[in-house]
């Protein structure tokens, strides 16, 4: 989006699935499409950098992502732990057909 930010404004960057990832840089260069923060291998797509402002809000929804990113992983454990005991079920009842 041409025309987000401008050469002296603080800018976050951030992976969305961890709060404590959030860094602020400070725009040196704009372009099109992207922004300089610092040295010529700084480069960013605005598109991936939010206005410092909005600080509490993204730790907010990197935290909550995170949290269901979290539950998810851990409702997947469960889904694996049942399919593991089916199969154990049914190896145990497959043993014991073979032995009559």
Do not use: H
Request: net charge neutral; glycine share 8%; charged share 30%.
């Amino acid at each position: 989006m041409p025309g987000r930010f401008k050469v002296g404004d603080k800018v976050l960057r951030c992976d969305l699935d961890d709060p404590t990832s959030i860094v602020e840089l400070t725009v040196t260069k704009v372009s099109q499409d992207t922004v300089q923060c610092g040295g010529p291998e700084e480069v960013y797509y605005t598109s991936f950098l939010w206005p410092a402002s909005v600080r509490g809000k993204l730790i907010a929804i990197t935290a909550e992502r995170a949290r269901l990113k979290k539950a998810y992983e851990d409702s997947m454990t469960l889904v694996y732990q049942l399919g593991n005991e089916i199969a154990r079920e049914l190896e145990a009842k497959n043993k014991e057909a073979g032995r009559l």
